[in-house]
């Protein structure tokens, strides 16, 4: 027979999909509900029946041995297509029921009753469907106890999924040893909760008689009360087991039920009689006889679990599950109110925006649980080092926040700015291995630097910034000077875009020089911009646009562009400039795809990959996703292109990557060369980088070298190249020729002048 399909079937069958309960069984918790729905209307049988694609599956049931039906002879099929409560008074008398085989045959419907179970509105998954075979009619309150019947069922289907949703959270979030052990025994614990929620529906039926002062209970109520079945329940044994307030609360709504005729809903206090507290929903319907109330009846649900659960679901959604402390939404509630508080009290708000300086160091070196370790031992000292009244919130990442309710003086927060450094300055040992807490903090203080969450917290942040550009492991307070900075720097990042849009960017190439034969064995490309009003400018003007990722995006196309135009102009004039190294960012390589894109650039050049160099600091190498640098570096290597580990000793584990990564050469940081001829630590350093190269069959290439006395040193302990003003200025790429064609290599090895060439 045909049935009838809703508009939104497809929605409608993933909603219920989504739930992943067609095939776990019948739900024992629900068949509570199914018993109470007999009792209440008095009929044999009710079910809970989910509609699949052609079928119907009885999830809980009561009066009937079946598992489900087909959809073609389910009532389900007309209940879902209405938000409303489906009354069939005379299923054989009603053309959509009259020839269905459950009317013409077992078990006889005649009366039936549905109510569709919907999460959201206008998805009805399936019904709570109660039958009897006589005819018969409902009053309205009858029909309005089925809805809120199918309420509690619906009550339970969310419980469900948002413990489902719980669970694969918790499935998925990767924390420390220590917390997924916590974790681990919370998801056991809800484990738990549902299998005793599934089993005991936690609902009860009451009725009282007014005629008779009589009070009735099904077997529901005694198992919430704690309270054996048979006993005769009296009005005082109901109200005892609530508190005075909740006792008088209820016999408030009672009374004004019974005055209105209007029904009822409230949530109270309870405690059972093992003397548990609990909390419980309490429902209230009249039935009115000759225009007389003659009985009260309604539903008591134990709602404990359900309130627990939605207050752990809140304290997930608000705080941060690593450490534990208020996360970024809930901080700024707080901040919210913090500044509504100080306005009405003339008192001052300060907030701390605090940054660990050395988390992705120990993140990407020491791995995931060392950065985990160090997060939670910050914000146990930040925790610390604050009063009560005080909030400590992580934002994300290694970012934390401290929300100073109430601070007298404005200076108060500076001075607790430099408590908590000295508290996070100190060491403490992960797995034998020695770590820091060593932070940067920049610090706001309302009404002087903002009076709304957003200008305070910005303001804080460009304090940050400055205690971060100023050496890390300070603390600095905003000013309006430091507004200004800012603003030059979103200036400077606009006039570059411009400059780059128009070219101005360009390489200029400093020589790197034989130390041993005095040869030039190649060029590193250095960034140079062509300003139309103050002339040439170097990095020093520009650089602090390379922190934006774009923009270094951008300025690396440039440079690797020009470049490969500069090296096949050489070539094909017949000059041997042996190669050309170009500084590669780390935007660069978290774009992806840098491989491809350097190769493609010399195979269109016509160039051997031989001729390029890629140049990459120890900062690269520490960034996220070193990963991806590690495999684009080996990748450039195996296909030809020579790699340089740039300013190397002036960063973190360099010795480990020197293991890790594909390297060629090593680049001895002009700082260890400037006074190697006076500072016996310089000189020792360098002797040790140019022996370890040496051992790892890794060329050495010393920066900076500005004289002979240099050069004779480094060439005397074995330092393969020489880069530096001794030999040449960088020059633009036209000179390049003219300079290759009038080099000595005798004058280069201290035997006569250096030839010079200006920038």
Same mark, same amino acid.
């Given at each position: 027979?045909?049935y @009838?399909?809703?508009? !939104?079937?497809a929605?409608?069958l993933a909603?219920l999909?989504?739930?992943?309960?067609?095939?776990s069984g019948?739900?024992v918790?629900l068949?509570?509900?199914c018993?109470?729905?007999?009792m209440? /209307?008095?009929?044999?049988t009710?079910?809970?029946g989910?509609?699949d694609?052609?079928?119907q599956? +009885?999830k809980?049931k009561?009066g %009937?041995d079946?598992d489900?039906?087909s959809?073609?002879?389910s009532?389900?099929?007309?209940t879902?297509?209405?938000p409303?409560?489906?009354?069939?008074p005379d299923?054989?008398?009603?053309?959509?029921f009259r020839?269905n085989?459950?009317?013409?045959?077992?078990p006889?419907i005649r009366?039936?009753?549905?109510?569709p179970i919907?999460l959201?509105? $206008?998805?009805n998954?399936?019904s709570?469907c109660?039958f009897g075979?006589?005819?018969?009619?409902?009053?309205?309150a009858?029909v309005?106890?089925?809805?809120r019947?199918?309420?509690i069922?619906?009550?339970? +289907?969310?419980?469900?999924?948002?413990?489902?949703?719980?669970?694969?959270?918790?499935?998925?979030r990767r924390?420390?040893? !220590?917390? /997924?052990?916590?974790q681990?025994r919370?998801?056991?614990?809800r484990q738990?909760l549902?299998?005793?929620?599934?089993?005991?529906?936690?609902v009860?039926?009451?009725?009282?008689?007014?005629?008779?002062?009589?009070l009735?209970w099904?077997?529901?109520m +005694?198992?919430?009360y704690? /309270?054996?079945?048979?006993?005769? @329940?009296?009005?005082?044994i109901?109200l005892?087991h609530?508190?005075?307030?909740?006792r008088?609360q209820?016999q408030?709504?009672?009374?004004?039920?019974?005055?209105?005729?209007?029904?009822?809903?409230?949530?109270?206090p309870?405690v059972?009689a093992q003397?548990?507290?609990?909390i419980?929903?309490?429902?209230?319907?009249?039935?009115v006889e000759?225009?007389?109330v003659?009985r009260?009846?309604?539903? /008591?649900?134990?709602v404990?679990?359900?309130?627990?659960s939605?207050q752990r679901?809140?304290?997930m959604a608000?705080?941060?599950?690593?450490?534990g402390? @208020?996360?970024? $939404?809930l901080m700024r509630?707080?901040l919210e109110?913090a500044?509504?508080?100080?306005r009405?009290?003339?008192?001052?708000?300060?907030?701390?925006?605090?940054d660990?300086?050395? +988390?992705?160091?120990?993140?990407?070196?020491?791995?995931?649980?060392a950065?985990?370790?160090l997060?939670i031992?910050a914000?146990g000292?930040l925790?610390c080092?604050v009063s009560?009244?005080? *909030?400590v919130a992580?934002l994300?990442?290694?970012?934390?926040?401290?929300l100073?309710?109430r601070?007298?003086?404005?200076t108060d927060?500076?001075?607790?700015?430099?408590r908590v450094?000295?508290?996070?300055?100190?060491?403490?040992?992960?797995?034998?291995?020695s770590?820091?807490?060593r932070?940067?903090?920049?610090?706001?203080?309302?009404?002087?630097?903002g009076?709304? @969450?957003s200008t305070?917290?910005?303001n804080?942040?460009i304090a940050?910034?400055?205690?971060?550009?100023?050496g890390?492991?300070?603390?600095v307070?905003? !000013?309006?000077?430091?507004?200004?900075?800012t603003?030059?720097r979103?200036?400077?990042?606009?006039?570059?875009?411009l400059?780059l849009?128009?070219g101005e960017?360009?390489p200029?190439?400093q020589?790197?020089?034989?130390l041993?034969?005095?040869a030039?064995v190649g060029?590193e490309a250095?960034?140079?911009?062509?300003?139309?009003r103050?002339g040439?400018?170097?990095p020093q003007e520009?650089g602090?646009?390379?922190e934006?990722?774009?923009?270094?995006?951008?300025?690396?196309?440039?440079?690797l562009?020009?470049?490969m135009?500069d090296?096949r102009a %050489?070539?094909a004039?017949?000059c041997d400039f042996?190669?050309?190294a170009? !500084?590669?960012?780390?935007a660069e390589f978290?774009?992806?795809e840098?491989?491809?894109?350097?190769?493609?650039a010399?195979?269109?050049?016509?160039?051997p990959?031989?001729?390029l160099?890629?140049?990459?600091?120890e900062?690269v190498?520490l $960034?996220?996703g070193n990963?991806?640098?590690?495999?684009?570096?080996r990748?450039?290597?195996a296909?030809?292109?020579r790699i340089?580990l740039?300013d190397?000793?002036?960063g973190?584990?360099?010795?480990?990557?020197?293991k890790?990564?594909?390297?060629?050469?090593i680049?001895?940081?002009r700082?260890? *060369?400037?006074d190697?001829?006076?500072?016996?630590?310089?000189?020792?350093?360098v002797?040790a980088v140019?022996?370890?190269?040496?051992s790892l069959?890794?060329?050495?290439v010393?920066?900076?070298?500005?004289?002979?006395?240099?050069?004779?040193?480094?060439?005397?302990?074995?330092?393969?190249? $020489?880069?530096?003003?001794?030999?040449?200025?960088?020059?633009?790429a036209?000179r390049?020729?003219g300079?290759?064609r009038?080099w000595?290599?005798?004058?280069?090895?201290g035997r006569?002048? *250096?030839?010079?060439?200006a920038?």
């Open positions: 027979m045909a @009838p399909v809703p508009e !939104n079937e929605e409608r909603e999909h989504a739930l992943e309960i067609m095939d019948p739900s918790a068949e509570g509900v018993l109470l729905s007999r209440v /209307l008095n009929v044999p009710a079910c809970i989910l509609v694609r052609e079928r599956l +009885f809980a009561s %009937w079946a489900g039906t959809r073609e002879h009532f389900s099929a007309w879902i297509m209405s409303d409560v489906l009354v069939v299923a054989s008398k009603d053309p959509r020839d085989i459950y009317v013409t045959g077992e006889h009366f039936y009753v549905g109510a919907a959201r509105a $206008g998805l998954i399936g709570l109660i075979p006589e005819p018969r009619q409902l009053s309205a009858e309005e106890l089925v809805g019947l199918a309420q069922v619906t009550d339970q +289907f969310r419980f469900h999924e948002a413990t489902r949703r719980t669970k694969r959270e918790l499935e998925h924390t420390s040893q !220590n917390l /997924l052990e916590i681990s919370e998801l056991w614990r738990t549902l299998a005793q929620t599934e089993r005991l529906a936690r009860g039926g009451w009725e009282f008689d007014i005629a008779n002062n009589r009735t099904s077997d529901g +005694f198992s919430i704690g /309270l054996t079945p048979g006993r005769e @329940p009296s009005a005082d109901a005892s609530f508190p005075v307030e909740a008088h209820f408030r709504k009672l009374e004004h039920a019974l005055r209105t005729r209007e029904p009822f809903e409230l949530e109270l309870f059972d003397g548990r507290h609990r419980v929903r309490k429902t209230c319907e009249v039935e000759d225009d007389k003659v009260a009846f309604g539903i /008591l649900q134990d404990t679990e359900q309130k627990e939605e679901m809140w304290r608000n705080h941060d599950a690593l450490t402390l @208020p996360n970024r $939404g509630e707080k109110a500044l509504r508080r100080a009405r009290s003339g008192k001052h708000v300060g907030v701390l925006l605090i660990i300086d050395q +988390f992705k160091d120990v993140n990407d070196t020491l791995g995931h649980d950065g985990d370790a997060l031992e914000a000292r925790s080092s009560e009244v005080d *909030v992580r994300g990442g290694d970012e934390f926040i401290v100073l309710s601070i007298e003086n404005p927060g500076l001075l607790v700015a430099q450094l000295a508290v996070l300055n100190k060491t403490f040992v992960y797995r034998r291995t770590l820091s807490c932070s940067s903090i920049g610090v706001a203080i309302s009404p002087d630097h009076t709304d @969450p305070l917290l910005k804080a942040d940050l910034y400055r205690a971060k550009s100023s890390r492991g300070v603390a307070e905003y !000013n309006s000077r430091m507004q200004q900075a603003e030059n979103v200036q400077l990042a606009e006039r570059v875009r400059a849009q128009r960017f360009t200029y190439y020589p790197k020089v034989s041993s034969t005095g030039i060029f250095l960034l140079r911009w062509r300003h139309p103050k040439l400018l170097g520009f602090q646009a390379f934006d990722p774009h923009l270094a995006l951008l300025m690396g196309e440039r440079l562009e020009v470049v135009r090296m %050489w070539e004039s017949g042996g190669h050309v170009i !500084n590669v960012s780390s978290a774009r992806g840098l491989p491809e894109r350097v190769l493609s010399l195979d269109a050049a016509g160039l990959p031989e001729r160099t890629v140049e990459v600091t900062t190498f $960034g996220r990963e991806v640098v590690r495999q684009s570096l990748a450039l290597n296909a030809g292109v340089d740039d190397f000793g002036t973190y584990a360099s010795l480990t990557h020197l890790q990564f594909p390297v060629d050469r680049k001895i940081d700082s260890f *060369v400037h190697i001829e006076h500072d016996i630590d310089d000189a020792a350093i002797r140019i022996h370890l190269g040496r069959g890794i060329q050495t010393a920066e900076g070298v500005e004289n002979e006395a240099q050069a004779a040193y480094l060439r005397d302990n074995g330092c393969d190249h $020489g880069q530096g003003y001794l030999y040449s200025q960088a020059m633009p036209s390049v020729p300079f290759i009038n000595s290599a005798e004058r280069a090895t006569g002048p *250096v030839q010079q060439v920038e």
